[in-house]
């Protein structure tokens, strides 16, 4: 079996326990892609691949690919057509779950208790609140207040921890629900209206697919009137001009955002995120992407990255598989 690494360079971490599993699979083999020559030739005789992104022509030049292994949980940009024609296993990773949960979490309190503009006001030595007289400049709580998790899956369930102590209720947005709700959750259901129209804090957690792109559409944000909203999942979901009237407009109260509609298409590039002023928003608290971006949550992925290719070696499937149906 030989495995390609694209997309150089890896963890270090990563290639050692990989010469350990070398060890145990005699007849396994891997190799990082080099030079744009050696990438091509590589791929033709590639059985998997570990990536981050695919460039156009990879998979046909890939002839004897079986698996593709995405270090991380969304792979809504690869090419599902191809792979289901194919029957290409796509094996990802839930690892960082808990880490994207919590910078949810960050987001949220951040956004309600007007941490950023306090700070930026306090290096100018502006005060806030009883000690400049203001006392209606207050922050808001999250304690008693009713959230909705849209997508309850491993993001989403972490993020009820976090969010149980602030005593809810809790509701969530789930395709399939449960027979029993888990402890703490005072609703479950697969209609989004009805739990957006049941909560104040919106919490957005579901993956990148057909089916969800733009599902939080403009008619949907009219329906939050005073709400928060707190994005980790994709920008895609949201329809980006109807966000921003409604948060310049007054209907939104505020947005958290740790994923975004533009992005950087090269190393330090210097790239505002929309192509509508976030920026200069005062109900809008901006995160570049890094949910998951936490040392915590890269072991744990490089972990899981690793049982999967050791399930595949041992079974010919791997442990954490994407449905090719449902693109996630």
Known sequence: MKLLLLNHPHSAIFLRQLE???????????????????????????????????????????????????????????????????NIQVAHTHGNARAVAEKAFQLCLSLLGHVVPYHDDMQK?????FAAGQFEDRWQTLQNRSCAILGFGSIGKNLLNYLLPFQGPFHALKKHIPSTLP??????????????????????????????????????????????L??????????????????????????????WFQYPKQR???QLPSKYPFHELENVVMSPHVGGFCEEGHQLMIQETLQNIESWLKTGKAKFLADPKLEY
Not at 187 to 214: A, G, H, Q, R, W
């Open 268 to 270: 330090n590039e210097i």
């Open 125 to 129: 030595g502006k005060w806030h609140g």
């Open 20 to 86: 350990e599993t070398q060890k145990d699979h005699p007849d396994f083999f891997f190799e990082e892609e080099s030079t744009e020559e050696k990438r091509i030739s590589l791929l033709k005789e590639a059985d998997g691949i570990v990536l981050g992104r695919l460039r156009p022509g990879d998979l046909e030049s890939a002839e004897k690919l079986k698996i593709i292994f995405v270090p991380w949980a969304g792979v809504n940009h690869l090419p599902w057509k191809l792979i289901r024609e194919r």
């Open 230 to 259: 707190i994005n980790v999942s994709r920008g895609e979901l949201i329809d980006e001009k109807a966000l921003y009237d409604a948060l310049t407009e007054g209907n939104l109260a505020g947005a958290g955002m740790d994923v």
């Open 183 to 228: 402890l703490g959750l005072s609703s479950c259901s697969n209609d989004i209206d009805e739990v957006i129209d049941k909560s104040n804090v919106l919490f957005l957690t579901m993956p990148s697919t057909p089916e969800t792109k733009m599902i939080i559409s403009q008619d949907r944000l009219k329906r939050m009137q005073g709400k928060y």
